[in-house]
């Protein structure tokens, strides 16, 4: 086009080099706190021998689910240690942790405000459009900038993929909670802040469920790309194996990531299916509740006249 070229690169460096200049302290102190939470979470899953974090995992699969989702937990943790990835699968999965945490407190927020406000969610919604067509691997360049190498990078790329399922899904189980259950606790008196906190957020539970399961599972598929910039993990199993063309290395690497994946993802499902059946149970009981009378004028409407008790002799 006549050598017209529209200098948007140039000015994107040049806002990030004014952002380093600027808030240089900041983003060093956003890195020491998300490596200590990282670290935190890492020798939580390390420290203790690894029969000791199967029997905890597997417990708690059992607890969601039953006593089938326990052992098969147990066996895929079997797994991977006899392919001897344990160390850098508990490396991914306080990774994941972490990443997880992070963007659900802050996507659950934004979805609640997306939900009570049209105007912000107007202004949301493209954000999270972009941010879910972008490139993954593009969000790596920026979090290198600003925090150079190693698993803080990861950390923050995967918070800003794994974030939009869950604003999503927050939202549309606030909007999708019935305008009627609202309306009662309005016409009780009831103000808003309660009204989200007993009504709307118990009733959009479900939903917001999928979103953290969803974050989880975004979080995981980011473990490989994470690789690439020193996370380590399996995610760095994996680039060492392409590097070296290591067939084998590759393959235990990622079958790691999908026994986690399947375990991660099962658990979260359990949880979600109970606040389902929470969900419905309270929903069928401000039905009844609604359709019983109040009183007892309204329970018979036409009053019978008063007995006149017999005479005594």
């Not at 790329?157 to 999708?176: D, H, K």
Request: hydrophobic share 55%; glycine share 12%.
């Amino acid at each position: 086009m006549n050598g017209f070229r529209l200098p948007l690169g140039e000015w994107i460096e040049a806002i990030f080099r004014t952002i380093t200049d600027v808030a240089g302290g900041f983003f060093s102190a956003l890195r020491t706190i998300f490596l200590g939470a990282y670290d935190a979470v890492d020798w939580l899953f390390s420290a203790p021998p690894f029969w000791a974090v199967i029997i905890a995992i597997a417990a708690l699969a059992w607890w969601a689910r039953g006593w089938k989702l326990g052992v098969g937990t147990a066996l895929g943790l079997l797994v991977i240690l006899g392919v001897d990835q344990w160390d850098n699968a508990m490396d991914s999965l306080a990774l994941v942790l972490v990443a997880s945490a992070i963007a659900i407190a802050v996507a659950v927020p934004l979805g609640i405000l997306a939900a009570r406000n049209d105007v912000a969610s107007r202004i949301i919604r493209p954000i999270l459009d972009f941010m879910q067509t972008m490139p993954a691997m593009v969000y790596l360049i920026p979090a290198l900038v600003l925090f150079r190498v190693g698993v803080v990078p990861g950390i923050v790329a995967t918070i800003v993929f794994a974030m939009a399922p869950g604003v999503r899904l927050t939202e549309l189980g606030i909007r999708g909670v019935d305008r009627e259950v609202v309306e009662a606790g309005q016409a009780f008196g009831s103000s808003p802040g309660r009204i989200l906190r007993q009504i709307q957020l118990p009733l959009a539970m479900p939903s917001i469920m999928a979103g953290v399961n969803q974050v989880i599972m975004l979080s995981l598929s980011m473990v490989v790309i994470a690789g690439m910039v020193g996370a380590g993990g399996l995610g760095g199993q994996v680039v060492a194996s392409l590097t070296r063309l290591d067939v084998g290395l590759g393959f235990e690497a990622g079958l790691s990531v999908v026994i986690l994946a399947v375990i991660l993802d099962r658990i979260t499902g359990a949880f979600g299916g109970g606040f389902r059946g929470k969900a419905g149970t309270a929903k069928a009981a401000t039905k009844a509740k609604a359709a019983t009378p109040q009183t007892a004028a309204e329970a018979d409407p036409e009053p019978q006249p008063p007995r006149v008790p017999a005479a005594t002799a």
